[in-house]
């Protein structure tokens, strides 16, 4: 009952998290918003297939959407609102090529991936126990190269002075969602796993609000830019 908790805690915070980045996005239409807002709304499917399969049971379809969605597809997302945040839009709409390319072809592998072995319906299983090679290169290289980059954002911005604690949380938060992974693989305790998931999203969440907390809506800068020119005349 506990881990299922847990799952639905993290659910709940992607969840407010994806409608806050959505809502900044609609009003400002910048990419990396809009980047970020869908990775987490995958983050979302991830944590509920994780609460379904804690609280229910596991089984192959819920097992594929956890695995497809929490460790191949999401981490990349993330790293690519980076990528339209600090490279600029024409290098974030080619790597969103990219993304959006290897994105449906990891679909493709891991709908149509054969078990290896029956997914055990009450344990968290690893996936090099019921996966073939192809799904469990990919969500080596989607989890590790998006956590990468994601990582070499923050250091970089944090380098130039900008965002201190914001990137440092983010950061933090995703360190701690790689090591999500080292909890259930090597110690096998699903409990610990979806804690972690919790910890990892609540410390991007807050880096995010860090961030954006003292970024003015369009509507109050554009008031306030009436103002000042009230002033001057």
């Known amino acids: 009952m506990g881990r299922t908790a847990v799952a639905v805690a993290a659910t709940l915070v992607a969840l407010a998290f994806a409608f806050s980045t959505f809502e900044r996005w609609l009003g400002r239409r910048r990419r990396h918003e809009l980047a970020w807002s869908f990775a987490l709304a995958l983050f979302v499917v991830a944590a509920a297939a994780l609460a379904v399969g804690a609280g229910v049971g596991w089984d192959g379809a819920t097992f594929r959407v956890f695995y497809l969605f929490g460790a191949i597809l999401d981490v990349p997302f993330l790293a690519l609102g980076t990528v339209y945040l600090l490279a600029g839009r024409q290098v974030g709409d080619r790597a969103a090529v990219v993304v959006g390319l290897l994105a449906a072809f990891a679909v493709g592998v891991v709908v149509t991936a054969p078990f290896t072995a029956p997914v055990p319906r009450h344990v968290l299983v690893q996936g090099s126990h019921v996966f073939p090679v192809l799904p469990r290169v990919l969500a080596g290289v989607a989890s590790g190269g998006g956590a990468i980059v994601i990582l070499a954002g923050a250091v970089w911005s944090m380098v130039r002075g900008r965002g201190l604690l914001a990137n440092g949380l ?21 409990s610990a796993f979806a804690v972690t998931l919790m910890v990892g999203i609540t410390l991007i969440f807050a880096g995010y609000l860090v961030a954006t907390a003292r970024t003015p809506a369009p509507e109050q800068a554009g008031a306030s830019v009436t103002r000042l020119r009230a002033r001057a005349g």
């Open 170 to 190: 983010i950061a933090g938060g995703t360190l701690v969602l790689g090591a999500s992974g080292t909890f259930n693989s090597v110690l096998g305790a699903m």
